[in-house]
């Protein structure tokens, strides 16, 4: 709650000025840099290993310092996890399988917590790190986005820590550019953030886009190879959700849209759940 200097006039804004642009009171804090999943599982070697995916971690630690904030989130499952192939009878990985909350790649086991596999790459800069957010330790339901599990109901937090700390502005990076980049780049414009994927610093698991479009529920397979071109020309994707007017976009829609372009912006999009 914010206090005023006792027997002072205090004038009274226009709702509609935030308190902060008058007063000159808080720090403008606005811009956190959010690093998905890079974790030894994903990287050569690992259990879900995405081709190159260190070849984004000495991109990615330069780009902490131009940050007011620095997020890293570790993807963290139990042993046993409902996610992984290995936990279903008749299962290979990469097959799909129905969920409660829909359809669900089965992967191998991965990132199990407290393992080598789970611990971030040893050359990513952790001491920049202003918070490190798990997800997917749930073991009835994965978690590809950093915002909500892949039931899109249940929330992480990250949410109310990035508006608790005034950020508006997104940029993102990390592992995998078609599963947890991708969702958590959609949650995040759906909830009104304005959303950077550095495309550069990002790597993809499936670069066909098959297990993604499954993933979706969408299982059409188009458009998603295009990801491979975007990715290496180091483009930048935008995703602006400024608030009004609103206009609605299905979460297929602006997934569709992500990897089929190298930079875009977006109608504005307002959050549908
Ligand atoms: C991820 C599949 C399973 C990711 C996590 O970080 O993209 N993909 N778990
Ligand atoms: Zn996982």
């Known amino acids: 709650m914010r206090r005023f200097r006792q027997g002072g006039a205090v004038p009274h804004p226009p709702c509609y000025v935030p308190w902060h642009k008058l007063a000159h009171e808080e720090p403008d804090m606005t811009h956190a840099l959010i690093v998905i999943d890079v974790q030894n599982d994903f990287c050569p070697g ?26 890293l989130t ?4 139990p042993a046993g996890h409902s ?6 009878a008749d299962k290979a990985p990469f097959e799909v399988t ?12 991965h990132c199990v917590q407290g393992s080598n596999g789970a611990a971030f790459h040893p050359r990513l800069d ?9 997800k997917g330790y749930n073991p009835a339901i994965d978690s590809y986005s950093a ?27 990390g592992l995998a550019l078609d599963f947890c980049v991708n969702f958590s780049a959609v949650d995040a414009a759906k909830l009104g953030f304005d959303v950077e994927v550095r495309l550069d610093l990002c790597r993809a698991i ?31 994707l935008r995703i602006s959700s400024a ?26 999009v307002v959050p549908i759940r």
């Open 46 to 71: 690992g259990a879900l290993a995405v081709t190159d995916g260190d070849a984004i971690v000495d991109g990615i630690n330069a780009l902490m310092g131009q940050a007011d904030a620095v997020v």
């Open 74 to 77: 570790q993807d963290w499952h």
């Open 83 to 88: 996610s992984f192939a290995s936990s279903h």
């Open 98 to 109: 129905q969920m409660p909350y829909g359809a669900q790649v089965l992967w191998p086991d």
């Open 126 to 134: 952790q001491t920049r790190a202003d918070m490190i957010i798990r």
């Open 147 to 173: 915002f909500f599990e892949n039931d899109q109901k249940t929330p992480t937090g990250l949410e109310g820590y990035l508006r608790t700390r005034g950020i508006t502005k997104l940029t993102m990076v």
């Open 206 to 236: 499936d670069l066909d886009g098959v297990a993604f479009c499954r993933a979706r529920g969408d299982d059409d397979g188009g458009g998603y190879s295009a990801l491979s071109g975007a990715s290496s020309t180091g483009a930048m």
């Open 243 to 268: 608030s009004s007017p609103p206009s609605v976009a299905s979460t297929a829609t602006v997934a569709r849209m992500i990897p089929m372009t190298r930079l875009i912006t977006l109608a504005p």
